[in-house]
């Protein structure tokens, strides 16, 4: 995997599918939508890319754990990192969110599938 590869996916764990379908209600969340969804679009399609080409690669991630502020940097297959983010969709989001929730976790899990 090239260094231009790694940084094309998403860096951050379990948010891919957040930041494709948030929508947002004030005039700062839309903004920030704006730019997320565009962002999680070109990640997707590199994730995507990425399982077909090389599963098993290394890739490091970052990680917020629930209970601290502070972030960990993990090292990740990208099947692995697929898989965070398919767990990252089991929510539904904001109720106009749920359908894209749902299509996103598809096409991840369809990724995964074709990935072996």
């Known amino acids: 995997m090239t260094s231009r590869e790694q940084r094309e996916l998403p860096t951050a764990s379990y948010t891919l599918v957040q930041d494709l379908c948030f ?4 005039p700062f969340d839309r903004g920030y939508a704006k730019k997320a969804n565009v962002r999680a679009r070109r990640e997707f399609v590199a994730l995507e890319r990425s399982l077909r080409a090389h599963p098993d690669a290394r890739v490091r991630v970052q990680f917020t754990p629930a209970d601290s502020p502070d ?5 990740l297959s990208i099947r692995e990192l697929a898989e965070i983010h398919v767990d990252g969709a089991k929510s539904v989001g904001l109720p106009d969110e749920a359908a894209c929730y749902r299509a996103g976790r598809a096409r991840l899990e369809r990724a995964l599938d074709a990935a072996g």
Request: glycine residues 12%; charged residues 55%.
């Open 71 to 75: 972030t960990e940097i993990r090292e």
């Open 23 to 26: 929508k947002g209600d004030s």
